[in-house]
């Protein structure tokens, strides 16, 4: 290995500098922080570890955890957060108030006067029209104190059931198709299984924007065992599909004959694993009625593959060749995100991969499990297992379940008959009725509906109508647009709080710094809100997010989703932990539902695994015909678009837009079309391009790429300027309410 | 005296001679034919034939001096004419791997040497408007603006000259042949060897007539 | 003696003249200027740093993209910073290790120094822009880079 000259004088004087410094060459040395505080990433669901380097009371380093799942990775978005978007100019550091109405300016205030205006307002709106006519719109993004805490406020508080959050958008149909095919809600397996895994069915999913280190752990598997196959499903050929063995285009929406055809020629070449199914499943139709396994086998017989050809657009021997990759592998794990459930018939399609999953026994074990995975943060901790949805209640119990009413008014100790039995309004319903002036004040917190709602031309004037209190950091924040009340919040390692992730690892973030000009934690603001507005003191008895925490981690003891053993003190030494966990001797769960992994699982029972959420103790096969989705393309708006994200922008770009090297990468939105569309269309790359829907019409600078298949175009939603969710409808799935975004009909054409 | 007169006129003649015969072997040395007289630079002239810079503008075959020599005859020149004269002898004689085609020479060390040598007025004889694309016909794409400004100083101040960035527009060694930005090269070079190859399993005692018609 | 100063004399010139030569060469064609080379202002519809460097610096940007780095969508600025300095992370050509690689890679690291003491510089076996998927990390160094 050739050195050169100047190499070599360069290396020996780098040598003698780091000699002089002290071997290792690594480590905190004079110039860097002086502390290290543990947390997790605030950006996406897969939930790095982070350490945030603190010098002088300020944030000014992250890196990764190196004893969290990430192995102290970060990507891009993780590995930029501090300082940037901490020390935004724009952070908003007083509270303010729209005095004047919708049309004024927000002014600074002090915190009373700005709590007194919110809660006088609360009040008399409930005084007035009960209090069905307030809500509280929550967030994946919340500390799951916050939104436990909220959920209490309001339902057995305030004693409304619209308690509702953006996981509606984005998680609701993962929900229930965990909950129709297993009983409860949340994966059984975990990112261990990634390094088992023999074959990855991925569909749905942009992983390697989406979820970065997920995609880079997925990529070291396919690297380190040469048989590892992947299968990337998905009719955008994205940078996901680069180390895809199959990439697998097909027309937008056609997904559920794929994957009945999938099961069609998993039975049709004897690749089905009847012990299994006989063992542990029970098979159901339509809205819940029983039906048998043959009436399956005949149902599913119907997908030949060459009827999914004309359905889908996959060639035959490509439907075969995926479901004999699938049925074949030692062990196979299926990832999906928005694409799944994001859909009118999201459930549906929820429940077709798991039986793919239930028909040949692939789970349950290392590197076999159906893994859904979460789009932000703390969608799984803070509001799907905390009940913070319109139609749930804490740990997986139901609003309209008495038994669980009940459960829940004995733990809090309020009278039996205190919580509302009918649920809420869920979010679409929720804008609906605001702008029905039926719900006319809701508190919004840390999220940005403005921006993220669908058919937003529709939704926005929901929000001009209600009495809106928000708690938000960043000015550029759309919603910020028609607030009222604006609580300046303590962002992210400003306070100390749990985020749960994908996979059922609760972690917790210290506070690192003190909050930032006169931001407050949401607890306290909660707490004072709550007081403000009546709520019983003796509901809300907590002096920290510590105390809230005892209390979710008390509650959870009695039911199967169990981590009594999650203490806070483990949680400041571990960097996070997999539930269930009874207690605090247990390390974790890696298989859930399977005896001797799972000590929820009596150890003496009977069969390996136990699906202890259903009441049967079974996994249930769905029969689920294809639908198409609720706006195809049609003669009149003959293209599909599509939406999605990118790498660089989370959500809104509200903290990423922040980050000059993010906001260089993407400052703008565009739309991708395929090179054939573009020549029919005569666009050329930069051209302006009209997105016209039955909703509104929107121009883009036209991106040339073959990523979008022809006769699909998509969009990124991050650009406030570009607010794409203007163009969608607002159809929403029968069952888990989440609105169809990732499927419109449009005209493409160009700008004249 | 018989002797002041002869010695002055002889060094007179001599120093006539010796400059006539340097500017014969500077020229003699600088013809094409000359450079790839030397077998180790059979691969570099192959790939010219199928590259953007075989033929210039009025379809004359471009010769090897008129982007590796300085132009004109002043002290770049010769300079260089010294220079790689000295190196290309040493080379030539002192190189041990005679039998390949190329002469055993690690092109990649070679390519940034032989970019040093090749002067922007070389290219600038031909492609005089920096702001129209290499034809001089249209304008230059937006990002060639930005990239020529940046050459000039007007945004920015670009480190190389022309061959610093515009690379492999004659000679195409394997290991570049992967790079996008030489795609269409590439794929003649493939193209055109591949012919050859059947041409010559066709007509064995034609594959000498590699040095004649330029496309 | 005059013959051998005549000599040494012309020893001398000779020197001179040759080691003028090589100087007036090494000068005169530089290969890369001298000035400090400054990196032109795009307008911000050129976010993404590949588009020009595809061109400018192909090995460098096909190097990349088809590593892991390239793979993983770890992009030019996340190392590099932005030209106009204006970004969070200092503008750097050569990042520096410490600051830059250990952000993420920081146990591999110490796990390096442990086994095998302080290196020189991480890039003598990972070239950070060559490191390919399918192949260990020290087989990958290819023999040309983009230099300037």
């Known amino acids: ?84 978007v901490i020390y935004a100019k724009d952070r908003i550091t007083d509270p303010m108030i729209r005095k004047g109405g919708k049309k004024s300016q927000l002014e600074k205030v002090s915190w009373d006067e700005a709590l007194d205006f919110a809660t006088k307002r609360f009040k008399a709106v409930i005084a007035e029209s009960g209090p069905q006519a307030v809500a509280y719109y929550g967030s994946g993004q919340a500390l799951t104190e916050e939104s436990y805490l909220a959920n209490k406020i309001w339902k057995a508080g305030l004693r ?92 937008p929406g056609t997904d559920l004959a794929l994957l009945n055809g999938m099961a069609h020629v998993i039975f049709r070449d004897e690749l089905d694993n009847p012990s299994f199914m006989g063992r542990y499943t029970i098979v159901k139709k339509g809205a819940g009625e029983e039906a048998t396994l043959e009436e399956y086998k005949r149902f599913v017989s119907e997908y030949t593959p060459e009827k999914v050809r004309e359905i889908t657009g996959v060639p035959a021997e490509d439907v075969v060749k995926m479901a004999r990759m699938f049925a074949e592998s030692p062990a196979t794990i299926s990832l999906w995100c928005m694409g799944i459930n994001q859909r009118s018939k999201g459930v549906w399609a929820n429940n077709l991969i798991h039986n793919l999953h239930l028909i040949t026994g692939q789970i349950g074990r290392p590197g076999a499990t159906p893994l859904s995975l979460t789009g932000q943060p703390n969608a799984c901790g803070g509001v799907r297992d905390t009940g913070s949805l319109a139609h749930l209640l ?36 929720l804008f609906e009725n605001m702008a029905a002036g039926k719900v006319q004040a809701v508190f919004i917190h840390c999220t940005n509906p403005a921006q993220t709602l669908p058919h937003l031309n529709k939704y926005t004037p929901a929000l001009e109508k209600a009495f809106v ?47 930032l000009g006169n931001s407050r934690p949401v607890i306290q603001v909660l707490l004072d809100f709550a007081r403000g507005v009546g709520v019983d003191p003796a509901l809300i008895p907590y002096k920290n997010a510590a105390d809230i925490w005892e209390e979710w981690r008390t509650l959870s003891k009695q039911g199967p989703y169990n981590f009594y053993g999650i203490t806070r003190e483990r949680l400041k030494k571990e960097s996070g932990i997999k539930w269930p966990c009874p207690d605090e001797t247990h390390p974790g769960t890696n298989l859930r539902y399977v005896r001797g992994d799972d000590p929820l699982v009596p150890k003496d029972h009977p069969n390996r695994i136990f699906f202890y959420g259903s009441p049967t103790g079974k ?49 703008a939105a565009f739309v991708e079309i395929n090179p054939e569309d573009a020549k029919k269309l005569n666009i050329k790359n930069g051209d302006q391009v009209i997105l016209e829907t039955r909703r509104d019409k929107m121009a883009f600078p036209a991106r040339i790429t073959d990523t979008c298949m022809p006769g699909l175009v998509f969009c990124p939603f991050f650009d406030k300027n570009k607010l794409v969710n203007r163009l969608f409808h607002d159809a929403v799935d029968a069952a888990s309410k989440e609105p169809e975004y990732k499927i419109c009909a449009t005209k493409v054409y160009k700008q004249a | 005296m018989p002797r002041n007169h002869v010695l002055p006129r002889a060094v007179l003649i001599g120093l006539v001679a010796v400059l006539a015969a340097s500017a014969w072997g500077l020229s003699a040395t600088s013809s094409r034919e000359f450079c790839l007289s030397c077998h180790e630079m059979s691969p570099q002239a192959e790939e010219q034939r199928w590259s953007s810079h075989a033929l210039s503008a009025d379809k004359k075959p471009v010769a090897c001096a008129e982007c590796h020599l300085p132009p004109g005859f002043g002290p770049r020149f ?30 990649a060390e070679l390519q940034p040497q032989a970019r040093r040598f090749v002067d922007d007025d070389n290219c600038l004889r031909c492609h005089r408007d920096l702001y129209k694309d290499a034809r001089g016909e249209q304008a230059v794409s937006e990002l060639g603006k930005i990239a ?28 570049d042949r992967r790079l996008d930005a030489n795609r269409a090269f590439a794929e003649r070079i493939r193209k055109e060897l591949t012919l050859e190859q059947a041409r010559a399993e066709q007509n064995p005692n034609e594959h000498n007539q590699k040095e004649e018609a330029l496309p | 003696m005059a013959a051998k100063k005549k000599l040494l004399l012309f020893l001398a010139l000779a020197l001179a003249l040759v080691g003028g030569f090589f100087l007036y060469i090494s000068l005169a064609f530089p290969g890369s200027r001298c000035e400090a080379a400054k990196h032109p202002e795009a307008p911000e519809k050129y976010s993404d740093c590949l588009e020009c460097h595809l061109k400018v610096t192909p090995m460098a940007a096909q190097d990349w993209r088809e590593s892991k780095h390239g793979v993983l969508l770890v992009k030019c600025a996340v190392c590099h910073g932005l030209p106009d300095g204006k970004g969070t992370v200092p503008f750097a050509a050569k990042p520096g290790v410490r600051e830059i690689c250990a952000r993420c890679h920081e146990p591999a690291m110490k796990q390096m120094v442990e086994k095998y003491g302080a290196r020189l510089e991480c890039e003598s076996c990972h070239p950070h822009h060559q490191n390919p998927m399918h192949r260990k990390a020290f087989e990958a160094k290819k023999p040309s880079k983009t230099s300037f």
């Open chain 1, 1 to 84: 290995m050739a050195v050169s000259r100047r190499e070599f004088l360069r290396g020996s004087a780098a040598a003698v500098a780091l000699s002089a410094l002290g071997v290792p060459a690594l480590g905190a040395d004079a110039g860097g922080p002086e502390k290290w505080v543990k947390g997790v990433c605030r950006y996406c669901g897969t939930g790095c570890g982070v350490l945030v380097g603190v010098k002088g009371g300020k944030a000014v380093a992250v890196k990764g955890d190196p004893n969290n799942h990430n192995e102290g990775k970060l990507c891009q978005k993780g590995a930029l957060l501090v300082p940037a």
């Open chain 1, 160 to 251: 409304s059931n619209n308690v509702d959050g953006n996981p509606r958008l984005c998680m609701a149909s993962a929900v229930a198709g965990y909950l129709t095919s297993f009983g409860k809600d949340e994966p059984m397996g975990t990112y261990n299984d990634i390094d088992s895994a023999s074959c990855f069915f991925i569909i749905g999913s942009n992983t390697s924007e989406a979820h970065p280190i997920l995609f880079d752990r997925i990529a070291r598997r396919k690297e380190s065992a040469p048989d590892v196959k992947i299968i990337v499903v998905d009719p955008r050929r994205t940078n996901t599909a680069r180390i895809a063995d199959m990439h697998v285009p097909f027309k």
């Open chain 1, 394 to 429: 804490p740990a997986g119990r139901m609003v309209e379940n008495e038994k669980h009413r009940n459960e829940m008014e004995d733990f809090w100790k309020v009278p039996r008959g205190t919580i509302q039995p009918k649920m809420g309004f869920h979010t679409v319903a």
């Open chain 1, 469 to 515: 209190a928000q708690t938000e950091c960043f000015m550029d924040a759309e919603t910020l647009k028609y607030a009222d009340v604006v609580f300046p919040a303590a962002f992210w390692c400003e306070t100390e709080g749990v985020y749960g992730c994908t996979e059922r690892r609760y972690a917790l973030t210290e506070q690192a710094i003190p909050p």
């Open chain 1, 619 to 667: 996994a249930t096969i769905w029969l689920r015909p294809h639908q198409p989705p609720f706006e195809p393309a049609d003669a009149d708006y003959p293209f599909v678009l599509t939406t999605g994200r990118v790498i660089d922008q989370w959500h809104t770009a509200t903290m990423t837009g922040k980050v000059p090297e993010l906001h260089r990468a993407y400052p």
């Open chain 2, 78 to 107: 010769v300079a260089v004419k010294i220079y790689s004269g000295l190196k290309d002898a040493v080379m030539h004689f002192f190189l041990p791997d005679g039998s390949q085609p190329g002469g055993g020479l690690i092109r």
């Open chain 2, 148 to 175: 020529h400004d940046s050459y000039l100083g007007k945004n920015g101040q670009a480190r190389s000259n022309c061959a610093g960035c515009h690379r492999n527009l004659a000679h195409l060694p394997v290991f």
